[in-house]
């Protein structure tokens, strides 16, 4: 059974169409890349999958459960990063990935116990009792994190895990999420660096004004694209989203006139 | 005409391109802003509605004084109002009143514009600013009060011009300061609580003022000469020069005139280095972070939830709980629902001190009936727009799988228990020192009036939410749609009083009609039997509302990003 289960997933805002017919699989165990050009779906396809956007018409189902028809059995089953974070910042961190865990239904004394060895592989512990609000980009990041897995989900969804974070930071984050995978969570992750991605999941789709558009390993995606053996996510991630053939078609690289 | 402006801006040396560009920004965003929140527009509105009339008539006031009043009062009162006018565009920024929303300045400073364009711009912007608009009542009775000697208007529109100047610059420079201080967040969590509860506190601060005005006999206001003070500072220099240019002394009146636009200078001056220091990184003055909280005491906290009879909640319920205790400490403006729910209490004492002696006598039976209003208000001011209050962590809340009515039940408890603990410590010390049981009836029917305020609020809640940012600067932040803003005022409160009428009147008309005790407390114990079985029926009806339409209340609640 699929982790992860999108069918004609649509989302609407007044007349645009953010997200148009989205068929999408993740099996389980699998690091799953979803990429976009900004403003193509993906934020919206992710918080549609979770149960925070109705969708406008479509199902969205994790392991098989639709989320928009039992919210808790299928919240139960996943761990969220949401955009944004949507962290209480008047709460230190011990005390926020504490109450995520009460809410996921751990008794205290587990959840007091998960957020402690959380915090510490996070390098948190530190600065666990100050005041979220007065920590920096990367420390929230790492925060939420703590607060999506603390329940051990069988889905982890990510949005831009990687965005704000610096080099440090963000190799702990990559572990984590390495660590997770081993132990058989599905991984659906969006981000802008084509790089972290390329190295990190199974298979990539690419979505581009609410569409769809590529879905597979990077060789599948490499024979797609026809962007040869050695081409990189970034060359097939333009051609994909047509971004290549947008300047052939213009005549090269985009250019400014007054610095010609 | 738009050449005159730009030949006029280029004598002043500016640039006239620049500040049409300026202007023009700073016109399309005020646009926007009544576009993207018609809460601005209705604000506004109602801010008109209510203060118009007021400014209208003080305005009014002070034209009649400068008109009908014998020597010197014209000019003494000339100079309070130019002086008052002047403290409060210094001192409402530190209120969270916002007297300037020009462009950001900082923001313009990486941009080649000179000094004087970037100050010019600041000035000229405040014309589209609302709250500007209400010196110009002010302004036209001066003009009125000296209409009838032509040869005074030359002074008085340059002390005019020049107090104008001198209010903007001010207040821009105490905004750029109090930016700095809300740099630190503890300082700002302090100055919002502070000055909220200062501006809660007018009924006290009335009664001081009353009594300090009976104090003073006419005799003294006679001999006052307000001017001889105020002159030293800069709008009362003003006034001064009209005074005595009035009195035929044009060289003191001009040099009255320098002294104002001295400060002019300065004020702009020191603006300017403060802008800079403030956006070239050298300047925020935090306060030393305190020691960070033990985890052992955070542990505290949740085990003397349980031990105060919390137990039996279930976990995310009980974890809600201890959350949202918390939160109302933490969050500045949500401390401040707290603090007045502490301090309602008092009032209600000074109420009763300082109206008729008489009442001091019926003191159990006031207390008794106070109690609900008391009670009421606090529960209502803790649990309004609850689920836009979780902010930005609301998101967080909803992605879990606890039951919805479990969130609300903690919730719920929370507001309650926040409201309760103050008036009840009130109430048993009344209670005690009168031997009056009715005061303990009052306390039960206050419970029930609470229990039932947090009830209609939950429902409101899950269909009405709107956003709330508990990172802003301010009080308390404008939003959601009119349909929400008149379900929040008008149909939550009608609701509020016709629920909470069987938890209280038993109790009211115990009091009024003088009934036997025992049939007082056992309609109140009925009365509260009813408000806890409504705060439970509606914990279950919110909650399953809350589940279906979590999106749509997500969605109402979020801060725009």
């Known amino acids: 059974m699929p982790a992860v289960e999108a069918i004609q997933l649509t989302r609407t805002f007044g007349a645009k169409v953010a997200v148009d017919h989205l068929d999408l699989t993740v099996e389980e165990g699998e690091f799953y890349g979803f990429l976009g050009p900004n403003g193509a779906g993906k934020s919206t396809t992710i918080k549609m999958l979770v149960g925070l956007l109705r969708p406008t018409a479509g199902q969205a189902r994790i392991t098989g459960i639709d989320i928009w028809q039992e919210p808790q059995r299928a919240k139960q089953l996943i761990g969220v990063l949401p955009e944004g974070l949507a962290l209480y910042e008047r709460l230190t961190a011990r005390e926020f990935v504490r109450f995520v865990g009460a809410m996921y239904g751990l008794p205290t004394r587990d959840a007091a116990q998960r957020t402690d060895e959380l915090l510490a592989l996070m390098d948190l512990d530190a600065d666990a009792d100050k005041l979220i609000v007065d920590y920096s980009q990367g420390m929230r990041k790492k925060t939420a994190l703590a607060a999506a897995i603390i329940h051990t989900p069988r889905v982890i969804f990510l949005d831009e895990p990687f965005e704000g974070v610096d080099a440090i930071s963000g190799r702990a984050i990559r572990n984590v999420l390495q660590q997770l995978r081993l132990r058989g969570a599905t991984i659906f992750f969006s981000s802008h660096i084509l790089e972290v991605v390329e190295r990190l999941c199974t298979r990539i789709g690419v979505i581009a004004q609410g569409r769809l558009v590529a879905q597979g390993t990077m060789a599948e995606l490499r024979t797609l694209a026809q962007t040869g053996d050695h081409s990189t996510l970034e060359d097939i991630f333009l051609r994909t989203v047509g971004a290549d053939d947008e300047q052939r078609r213009e005549g090269g690289e985009r250019s400014l006139s007054w610095l010609a | ?561």
């Open chain 2, 1 to 561: 005409m738009a050449g005159v402006v730009d030949r006029t801006l280029t004598w002043l040396g500016l640039d006239a391109a620049r500040q049409r560009a300026l202007i023009g920004l700073r016109l399309r965003l005020l646009q926007r802003q009544f576009e993207r929140e018609p809460g601005r527009m209705v604000g506004f509105i109602v801010f008109l509605v209510i203060f118009g009339p007021l400014v209208l008539l003080l305005a009014a006031l002070s034209a009649f004084i400068y008109v009908a009043a014998p020597t010197p009062w014209p000019v003494q009162a000339l100079g309070i109002v130019l002086t008052g006018l002047w403290l409060a565009w210094g001192v409402l920024p530190l209120l969270a009143f916002r007297t300037n929303e020009g462009l950001d300045l900082a923001r313009l400073l990486v941009y080649p514009l000179s000094t004087r364009d970037l100050l010019a711009s600041a000035l000229l912007g405040t014309l589209f600013d609302g709250p500007s608009y209400v010196t110009l009542p002010f302004f036209v009775a001066i003009l009125i009060g000296w209409f009838d000697q032509p040869w005074l208007l030359p002074v008085a529109l340059v002390a005019i011009l020049l107090a104008y100047a001198l209010m903007m610059v001010t207040g821009q420079l105490v905004l750029t300061a109090s930016m700095g201080l809300l740099r630190s967040r503890r300082f700002r969590d302090l100055s919002i609580v502070l000055f909220s509860l200062l501006g809660s506190s007018c009924y006290l601060i009335n009664r001081l003022l009353e009594s300090l005005a009976r104090a003073t006999d006419a005799a003294t206001l006679r001999t006052l000469e307000p001017l001889l003070v105020l002159r030293w500072l800069p709008p009362g220099a003003c006034a001064q020069a009209l005074a005595l240019a009035e009195g035929g002394d044009w060289v003191g009146a001009g040099l009255w005139l320098g002294y104002a636009a001295a400060w002019l200078a300065l004020l702009l001056w020191a603006w300017w280095k403060l802008l800079l220091r403030m956006t070239t990184g050298a300047a925020t003055w935090s306060l030393p972070a305190p020691a960070a909280t033990s985890a052992r005491r955070q542990l505290h906290t949740s085990d003397a939830i349980g031990a105060i009879g919390f137990a039996w909640l279930p976990a995310p319920a009980r974890a809600m709980l201890v959350k949202e205790l918390k939160l109302t400490w933490r969050v500045p403006q949500r401390r401040i629902g707290l603090l007045q729910s502490v301090l309602a209490p008092f009032a209600l004492i000074v109420a009763i001190f300082f109206g008729e002696m008489e009442a001091l006598s019926r003191l159990p039976e006031w207390t008794a009936a106070g109690l609900p209003a008391i009670m009421l208000f606090a529960a209502w001011g803790l649990s309004t727009n609850m689920l836009g209050m979780e902010s930005r962590g609301l998101a967080t809340l909803l992605l879990t799988p606890a039951p919805r009515q479990q969130l609300l039940l903690g919730k719920g408890l929370a507001y309650a228990l926040m409201a309760l603990a103050p008036t009840m410590l009130y109430a048993a010390v009344l209670a005690a020192i009168t031997s009056s049981p009715l005061i303990l009836v009052g306390l039960l029917a206050g419970i029930g009036t609470a229990l039932v305020v947090v009830a209609v609020n939950m429902v409101a809640a899950v269909y009405y939410s709107y956003p709330f940012d508990e990172n802003s600067t301010v009080r308390q932040r404008s939003g959601g749609g009119w349909r929400t803003g008149i379900v929040q005022i008008v149909v939550v409160p009608l609701a509020m009083a016709a629920a909470a009428a069987p938890a209280t009147l038993p109790m009211l008309i115990g009091v009024w009609w003088k009934l036997p005790l025992v049939v007082t407390g056992i309609g109140t114990l009925a009365g509260l039997a009813y408000a806890t079985i409504l705060f439970g029926w509606t914990t279950h009806y919110a909650g399953a509302a809350l589940t279906a339409r979590e999106a749509e209340t997500l969605a109402a609640a979020s801060l725009t990003q």
